[in-house]
Nanobody
């Protein structure tokens, strides 16, 4: 059972930056990729970005391209999400998830973290 622990959320003003971390307890054949999702109150869980452990291939949703960067440190089994130029609409609980591929389909992920709150004030 892969455990994922997120950290780095908080309150920031619009235009500011935050860096989220997702530490994985291990990597398995079912956890070749790690992605970040977010969910705002009343909204469905939304894919933000994903990365593969081996090749480092990255995928982003259009609304964060150019502002967010996903990266990984294989030695630490940790994935990061650097978020710059934050907007109030980025406010949500951010979850990391691990699965076979960095897809936008939430149900394809076998493992999920507990989430970390990101609040962007205007």
């Amino acid at each position: 059972q892969v455990q994922l622990i997120e950290s780095g959320g908080g309150l920031v003003q619009a235009g500011g930056s935050l860096k989220l971390s997702c530490a994985a307890s291990e990597r398995t054949s079912r956890s070749n990729a790690v992605s970040w999702f977010r969910q705002a109150p009343g909204n469905e869980r939304e894919f933000v970005a994903g990365i593969t452990w081996i090749s480092g291939t990255t995928v982003y949703t259009d609304s964060v391209k150019g502002r967010f960067t996903i990266s990984r440190d294989n030695a630490k089994n940790t994935v990061y999400l650097q978020m710059n130029s934050l907007k109030p609409e980025d406010t949500a609980v951010y979850y990391c998830a691990s699965g076979r591929l960095p897809t936008a389909v939430a149900r394809s992920y076998a493992y999920w973290g507990q989430g970390t709150q990101v609040t962007v004030s205007s």
